[in-house]
C-alpha cells in the first residue's frame, strides 16, 4: 500500500522560499499524478499544483508565479518550492497522489506538514 | 473561473440519511470526488468519480451527480461519520483543481 511522506521545515522566515519533498514509499511514481494542496488553519483546501511523473506540471494560476513542482523517480520523491512566503502561507502543507481515473482525484494523502511564517 | 459551493454545516441524527451537496458550472462536464477529514487527520478520498467508492470505504457512502450539482449520501449515518466533507473537481477551462468549501456534519 503506498505511502506519502513529507518533510522539510516547520517554519519558515517572511519572504523566505519554502522548499518541501515528498517522498512516497511502496509504490512506483510512474502513470499518476502527484499535488501539493494546503489547508491553512481552520479553513478550506487549496491546490497548488500537480506533476506527471514524467514532469509535466500544472500549477494553480493565483500562485503560479511563486510554485515551482518537481519530480525524482529515481528517489520516489517530488518536490515543493513556494518563493516569497508571508503569513497567507501560514499552512498544513499535504502531498497526495492523483488516482489512475482521474488526475484530481486524490489518494492517499500525507499526514501533513505545518509550515509557519515568522515575520 | 468556476468555483465549487457547499453549505457550510449540516445534521443527521444517528442512523438516518443525509445527503451534502456541492454546487459548479463546470460539474455539468467534469466529475466530483469527495472527502472525508476529521480534525487532526489528513482528509481521505471516500468516492471519486461522481459515485465511485474506494476499496475500504463502508458502503452507507454513496455518490451521485445531475446538472450541475454532485452529492455525497450517507445512508444509516454513524458516529464516527461526523467530520468535514469536501468536494472537488477541475476548472471547464484550465487545468485547475477546485475545492468546495466543505461542509461540517454532525452526527446528533
Known amino acids: 500500500q503506498v505511502h506519502l511522506h513529507e518533510s522539510g521545515p516547520g517554519q519558515v522566515s517572511s519572504l523566505e522560499t519554502l522548499s518541501l519533498t515528498c517522498t512516497v514509499s511502496?509504490?512506483?511514481?510512474?502513470?499518476?499524478?502527484w499535488s501539493w494542496i494546503r489547508q491553512s488553519p481552520g479553513k478550506g483546501l487549496e491546490w497548488l499544483g500537480s506533476i506527471y511523473y514524467s514532469g509535466s506540471t500544472n500549477y494553480n494560476p493565483a500562485l503560479k508565479s511563486r510554485v515551482t513542482i518537481s519530480v525524482d523517480t529515481s528517489k520516489n520523491q517530488f518536490s515543493l518550492s513556494l518563493t516569497s512566503m508571508t503569513s497567507a502561507d501560514t499552512a498544513v502543507y499535504y502531498c497526495?497522489?492523483?488516482?489512475?481515473?482521474?488526475?484530481?482525484?486524490?489518494?492517499?494523502w500525507g499526514q501533513g506538514l505545518l509550515v509557519s511564517v515568522s515575520s | 473561473s468556476s468555483e465549487l459551493t457547499q453549505d457550510p454545516v449540516a445534521s443527521v441524527s444517528l442512523g438516518q440519511t443525509v445527503t451534502i451537496t456541492c454546487l459548479g458550472d463546470n460539474l455539468r462536464t467534469f466529475s466530483a470526488n469527495w472527502y472525508q477529514q476529521k480534525p487532526g487527520q489528513a482528509p481521505t478520498l471516500v468516492i471519486s468519480?461522481?459515485?465511485n467508492r474506494p476499496s475500504g470505504v463502508p458502503a452507507r457512502f454513496s455518490g451521485s451527480a445531475s446538472g450541475k450539482g454532485a452529492f455525497l449520501t450517507i445512508t444509516g449515518a454513524q458516529a464516527e461519520d461526523e467530520a468535514d466533507y469536501y468536494c472537488?473537481?477541475?476548472?471547464?477551462?484550465?487545468?485547475?483543481?477546485?475545492f468546495g468549501g466543505g461542509t461540517k456534519l454532525t452526527v446528533l
Open positions: 511502496d509504490a512506483s511514481m510512474s502513470s499518476h499524478f
Open positions: 468519480n461522481n459515485n
Open positions: 472537488n473537481s477541475r476548472d471547464n477551462t484550465e487545468h485547475l483543481v477546485l
Open positions: 497526495a497522489r492523483g488516482i489512475t481515473s482521474s488526475w484530481y482525484a486524490f489518494d492517499p
